[in-house]
């Protein structure tokens, strides 16, 4: 039997510090909700769901409540979770009228034959499954609006993270359990950056780039900047290092500081291995995470930081 542990990121970006406090919160409350679950033998599959769940109602993040808007002043989200056991995925992206998109990619993974579906496809198939809608206008914060506001003064592209000007400082959520049966999960959902183009995709519902789980190695949830993560692939390329044999926290920091030496552009990563050691880094100037294992919660969000609380 395995000790359980689960690790969750709220986004890596230029997180103004009037959000530190806000953002690590979330990121304890997430970790904690989906430790709960392995606790009483549940899968990681199940944990990984319920921590981004647990983000996804929070506007500290950039996902599901508090997504960033496209130039249409929409919130178009997108997500992913996968099961190590036997590689299944399911992924949404283009979603707007449901509140959790990670729920429903865990329903197109056990329920669809298909593994990415997104735009009228993906409502089309949560309505089927019985997600209630919301008001589309009932997912926008005003930090989002005024991030948006800000976008289209300055055209300030690419941020995942809304600045210090408008007290925003939301990310992208990803959760990486290894459950009691030794099983690897990975969710990872984002409402993308603010002022992208109407129909923008980015990494997080491509599996290999935004998320990637195999019970023979570990598992790998992204954030940072989504063009530069998919065209590295990022999520594989540190399963690819650890499959050769490098350990989970190298190969975090291999792989994201490659990919921002290639590219120029940063990101982040949490990583468990299969045995649940930990990786977490970050090129950006921070990020969010939180793990729990041992009924000890480790967290941190600053570089060379890491503080730690009884369960």
Known sequence: MMKPIIIVHGGAGDIPSSRVKGKLDGSKAAARAGYEILLKGGTALDAVEAAVVSMEKDENFNAGYGSVLNLRGEVEMEASIMRGSDLNVG????????????????????????SLLGAEGAKLFALEKGFPTVKPESL???HAKQALNNFLKHGDFGRTEIGEKDEGGVGTVGAVAVDAAGHVAVATSTGGMSGKAVGRIGD?????SGTYADDLVGGVSTTGHGESILKYCLAHSIIKLMESGVDAQTAT?????????RLKNTAGA??????????VHFSSQRMSWAYVKDNKTVYGINHNETFEESY
Request: glycine share 8%; net charge negative; aromatic share 2%.
């Open 140 to 142: 926008i914060s005003e």
């Open 253 to 261: 920091n291999k792989a994201v500081e490659g990919m921002t030496s």
């Open 204 to 208: 997080t519902p491509q599996i290999g």
């Open 91 to 114: 992924a949404v992206t283009l979603v707007k009228e449901f509140l959790h998109p990670i729920s429903i990619a865990h329903k197109v993974l056990t329920d669809s034959p298909h």
């Open 270 to 279: 949490i990583t468990l291995s299969k045995d649940g050691e930990v990786g």
